[in-house]
């Protein structure tokens, strides 16, 4: 009510998630060199929660529930499988193929405004073959298509206000996405040290993307002269990336270990303004050390980065961090104590910078990451 526009408001979510899952699995070897497996699983999802929207009449008071804009949802998703894979191995060869069949089946009910439901049926091959090369090395190519499942808030059309002007909503229309990948790998070790290289190229259709724009309605109905605006979701074109992925592990001393990994790769997404595609050469970088300065302490300092990222309408700034972790046994192994502290430096944190027709955005996301 207009008398109410000016006082302050709340949003209580109440949100219960029950996750049961069932899985068998065999496997039969045939003789040495040749074995298959087949499995079923049946993996369930059921939430029902609640999300009122209350607001204060005058300074102080309780807050009072409001039924417009308050809401109820209950959501469930059933996802049986079933998948068989055979392997066999012949001199310096060695080759797997595999096949999983999945039906998804999910109802999605918010009261007062609506239901959906979906009902979708896929197949899943994948295939490996691996040479292995003199000197402890291994060649391997490997192709499999795969999906990314939205989750329910993404699909359950219940508005989540972050404040007063800008609020997230899911899509009942929103489909997986579907994902083909190809890799080349190559390892090799020599005494303790281990090298991995791997050439990729991920190739996704239905690609799920955050999009946010101007809700032109709820701007004009609020009589504030502030956008209000609206994130939600939509399978929105194709996106690609293809580029090369390093890992090593090396001994520096006898009390320290180094693990590195990182990838450098060309990512590619549709363009929100549909205007062809948006692209950038991005990359990660992640650096584990392992100390052992006494036989019965270990200490890890690890960090990674994530270098810029494009979207469709804008582009995640980078994302960087340093962990440590101390692990003290005692009495000759029968216990141990622990200490962690994630985030040192209190530095991940995401900025976002997007842009829509007549919206221009900087967003900065912080979690509560630094934690002991």
Do not use: C
Not at 143 to 161: C, E, M
Not at 262 to 291: I, K
Not at 346 to 355: E, F, G, I, P, V
């Amino acid at each position: 009510p207009a008398s109410y526009s000016r006082n302050a408001r709340q949003q209580l979510l109440d949100v219960t998630i029950h996750m049961p899952s069932a899985q068998v699995d065999y496997t039969h070897p045939l003789d040495d060199q040749r074995r298959w497996g087949a499995g079923v699983k049946t993996d369930l999802l059921v939430t029902p929660g609640t999300a009122d929207y209350s607001v204060q009449p005058t300074v102080g008071a309780d807050f009072v529930r409001q039924e417009a804009g308050s809401y109820r949802y209950h959501y469930w998703q059933v996802i049986p499988q079933a998948y068989g894979t055979y392997q066999y191995k012949s001199g310096l060869w060695e080759y797997q193929a595999g096949l999983r069949a999945e039906y998804t089946g999910l109802q999605a009910q918010v009261l007062p405004t609506g239901s959906a439901s979906q009902r979708i049926f896929n197949v899943f091959p994948s295939a490996t073959v691996v040479r292995t090369l003199p000197h402890d090395q291994r060649l391997q190519l490997s192709y499999s298509r795969r999906l990314n499942r939205p989750n329910f808030l993404q699909i359950v059309a219940l508005p989540i206000y972050s404040d007063a002007r800008n609020y997230v909503v899911g899509n009942p229309d929103l489909r997986p996405e579907y994902v083909h990948v190809a890799e080349l790998g190559h390892q090799i070790a020599w005494q303790a040290t281990t090298l991995n290289t791997t050439l990729f190229g991920r190739f996704a259709s239905q690609s799920i993307q955050s999009l946010r724009t101007i809700d032109t309605m709820a701007t004009r109905l609020s009589g504030q002269p502030d956008l209000i605006t609206r994130t939600s979701y939509a399978n929105f074109g194709n996106t690609a990336s293809y580029g090369l992925e390093l890992s090593l592990t090396q001994p520096v001393t006898n009390w320290w270990k180094l693990t590195a990994n990182g990838s450098y790769y060309r990512n590619q997404v549709a363009s929100f303004t549909g205007d062809g595609t948006r692209a950038n050469f991005t990359g990660t970088a992640y650096l584990l050390n392992t100390f052992s300065p006494t036989n019965t302490l270990a200490v890890q300092l690890s960090g990674n980065y994530r270098a810029p990222l494009v979207v469709p309408q804008g582009r995640l700034l980078a994302v960087y961090g340093v962990d440590v972790a101390l692990r003290q046994r005692l009495f000759r192994d029968r216990a141990a104590l622990t200490l962690r502290v994630s985030d040192v430096f209190n530095t991940r944190r995401q900025y976002t910078q997007l842009a829509a027709d007549g919206l221009a955005t900087d967003i900065q996301t912080k979690y509560e990451t630094r934690v002991g």
